[in-house]
């Protein structure tokens, strides 16, 4: 087939669901073969940024992310590299190449016993496969009423 209607088509699968900029094969290849090409790794010491902090995954049990509950220590940092206490932070878990998240869809962590360590119990995975996780972190200010919030997008590959 020519380049354009190649084009054609692969945007028409686009408008029919799937997520942008996947070809065809690897549309195929994602809803008719969960155990995708996705390997999943260990995610200890795995770290993302945003704008203000930095997130860490410090305990993951089990490691690798696995299908069901997972228990996971997250270290917030700021720009300076030091710990960030009393702040709030929640996770949302999303599967973009499937459009689905999972239930609950959101999880707040409980502050941990060292500064800056926060807790997430039963992390639920409902797939196999790539994850996002956006993290939000709310921290606030001392001078007035007013929070800081800072969102951090971790890409993992959750295990069978
Ligand atoms: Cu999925």
């Known amino acids: 087939m020519d380049l354009k209607t190649h084009l054609c ?5 686009s408008t029919l669901g799937c997520p942008s900029g996947m070809q065809e094969d690897e549309y195929e290849h994602q809803h008719h073969n969960h155990s995708s090409e996705a390997i999943p790794e ?8 945003g704008e203000l902090y930095t997130v860490e995954i410090i305990t993951a049990e089990p490691d690798p992310a696995s299908k069901g509950k997972n228990d996971w ?3 917030v940092t ?3 590299n030091v710990a960030v206490s ?10 973009s190449v499937h459009g689905h998240g999972t239930s609950p869809s959101s999880f707040t ?10 807790i997430f119990t039963e992390l639920n995975f409902i797939m196999s ?13 001392e001078t007035d009423a007013g929070t800081t919030t800072d969102t951090i997008v ?3 590959v959750v295990a069978n």
Do not use: H
């Open 129 to 141: 496969g790539a994850w996002e996780m956006t993290f939000t972190i709310s921290v606030k200010e």
């Open 154 to 156: 971790m890409s993992i």
């Open 9 to 13: 088509l692969t945007m028409l699968i």
């Open 86 to 95: 009393d702040a709030t932070l929640t996770v949302v878990p999303f599967m």
């Open 73 to 75: 220590t997250i270290s």
């Open 78 to 80: 700021d720009s300076n």
């Open 42 to 49: 260990s995610i200890l010491g795995n770290q993302a940024s």
């Open 109 to 118: 962590a409980n502050q941990g016993d060292q500064a800056g360590e926060y």
